[in-house]
């Protein structure tokens, strides 16, 4: 367990908010609580490199320590690229983007808008037909930093993505189950009281 005065905002403003999962956490907050409540080293976000691993040893009163070995490795500077021949509109690669860079409409052809992907590979991961391959680019989103002063920039920006696909993502369920709710039917007394109060009212 950290000190009670580390919060998981302090923690999590350390993470790169490229929300890759390399950790092992469904997301860079995941992961803060997990260190919080001492659940989780604080050498398993490749993308944080060197600059988080030191300022989390620091924050933490931890031992500075190498990058786990059981995390993949992450590519910086690399966007994924779609194969727009081979994409069959599926849409798998939608919900799983934390930028929402994938653009396309459900059985067209589908494309990232490479200045906002991160290059987390999870569209990959997600993709039924293998069509999307990674690209050595450059963007202003995977960038692996040596400080988290240079980093700051692209780290809020990431986080602010994510927070909107999130919420995107959460109205589309609740409209969804909205629409798929079982209609609450009157009960025969109500419908009775109904059918004599309307009856009465055309007397
Ligand atoms: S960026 Fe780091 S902390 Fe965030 S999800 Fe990826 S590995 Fe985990
Ligand atoms: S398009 Fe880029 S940011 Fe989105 S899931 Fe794929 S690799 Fe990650
Ligand atoms: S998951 Fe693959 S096949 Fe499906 S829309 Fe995305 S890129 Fe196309």
Redesign the pocket.
């Known amino acids: 367990m950290v000190p009670k005065i580390v919060s998981v905002a302090a923690i999590d403003s350390l993470l790169p908010q490229t929300q890759c999962q390399r950790c092992g956490y469904a997301d860079c907050h995941a992961y803060a609580e997990a260190m919080h409540v001492g659940d989780a080293e604080i050498n398993r976000c490749p993308p944080g490199g060197d600059a988080t691993r030191m300022a989390l040893a620091a924050l933490l009163s931890h031992e500075p320590i190498g990058l786990s070995d059981d995390v993949d490795a992450y590519a910086p500077e690399h966007?994924?690229l779609i194969d727009e021949a081979a994409c069959i509109g599926c849409a798998a690669?939608l919900p799983?983007?934390?930028?929402d860079?994938?653009v396309g409409a459900s059985k067209r052809m589908h494309t990232?808008i490479a200045s906002?992907?991160?290059?987390?590979?999870?569209?990959?991961i997600a993709c039924p037909v293998d069509c999307?391959s990674l690209e050595p680019i450059a963007t202003p989103a995977n960038r692996v930093y040596a400080t988290l002063v240079e980093r700051e920039p692209q780290a809020n920006g990431l986080r602010q993505q994510y927070q909107a696909h999130k919420a995107r993502f959460a109205e589309r369920a609740e409209a969804k189950a909205e629409a798929h709710a079982p209609k609450v039917l009157p009960d025969k007394k109500t419908l009775l009281a109904d059918i004599l109060a309307r009856a009465k009212a055309r007397t």
Do not use: K, Q, S
Request: glycine share 4%.
């Open positions: 966007v994924a690669c799983v983007c934390p930028t860079t994938i990232v906002d992907c991160t290059g987390c590979e999870l569209c990959i999307i």
